[in-house]
T-cell receptor
Framework: LAKTTQPISMDSYEGQEVNITCSHNNIATNDYITWYQQFPSQGPRFIIQGYKTKVTNEVASLFIPADRKSSTLSLPRVSLSDTAVYYCLVGSIYNQGGKLIFGQGTELSVKP | EAGVAQSPRYKIIEKRQSVAFWCNPISGHATLYWYQQILGQGPKLLIQ????????DSQLPKDRFSAERLKGVDSTLKIQPAKLEDSAVYLCASRPLGGEINQPQHFGDGTRLSIL
């Protein structure tokens, strides 16, 4: 499972777009990139997942360049309620049982 | 659909005592995971079940931790005896088997364990 590196913390203001970049230099051909969000006193929650180029859902967008050695989670117009820890994970599509290895995550603080 | 249920939400015990946590996964999810999350860190996988069989318990401290999933549904995680370093949140997650590739894991809100 590829190791990921992401900033420990980020600050933003309400209404801004936030981009959190994750490095995964050793990503393998069969690996997907997945992002989870965790609020205090709650379990992690799946946000978005992708393999290449761009993926968008109702919550976020995920940008993956052609070399796939990094990815960027984009949160449009954040609000105070987006304050949370965001985890970037990489795992193989052939990984039996979908094993995940969490890093330290990025603690996003959104200010008014 | 109902989410992953865990109980209790909080538990305070003294070191060397025993404690057990319970998890009820989402209905139909064959794969169940237990994680330990120490304050300020990401969750660390302790054990993974597929139905009632253990798939991965390589990071479970087997001298004091045990887990079972007897009927392939609910699961319990036990610590006996507890140490101070076991203070953490214990998260349960479940995931369907098969179907769409890379199905996400669904987490419960965890049990916060404090060891005095």
């Amino acid at each position: 499972l590829a190791k990921t590196t992401q900033p420990i913390s980020m600050d933003s203001y309400e209404g801004q777009e936030v981009n959190i970049t994750c490095s995964h230099n050793n990503i393998a051909t069969n690996d997907y990139i997945t992002w989870y969000q965790q609020f205090p006193s709650q379990g992690p929650r799946f946000i978005i997942q992708g393999y290449k180029t761009k993926v968008t859902n109702e919550v976020a967008s995920l940008f993956i360049p052609a070399d796939r050695k990094s990815s960027t989670l984009s949160l449009p117009r954040v609000s105070l309620s987006d304050t949370a820890v965001y985890y970037c994970l990489v795992g193989s599509i052939y990984n039996q049982g979908g094993k995940l290895i969490f890093g330290q995550g990025t603690e996003l603080s959104v200010k008014p | 659909e109902a989410g992953v249920a865990q109980s209790p939400r909080y538990k305070i015990i003294e070191k060397r005592q025993s404690v057990a946590f319970w998890c009820n996964p989402i209905s139909g999810h064959a794969t169940l995971y237990w994680y330990q999350q120490i304050l300020g860190q990401g969750p660390k996988l302790l054990i993974q079940f597929q139905n009632n069989g253990v798939v991965d318990d390589s990071q479970l401290p087997k001298d004091r931790f045990s887990a079972e999933r007897l009927k392939g549904v609910d699961s319990t995680l036990k610590i006996q005896p507890a140490k101070l370093e076991d203070s953490a949140v214990y998260l349960c997650a479940s995931r369907p088997l098969g179907g769409e590739i890379n199905q996400p894991q669904h987490f419960g809100d965890g049990t916060r364990l404090s060891i005095l």
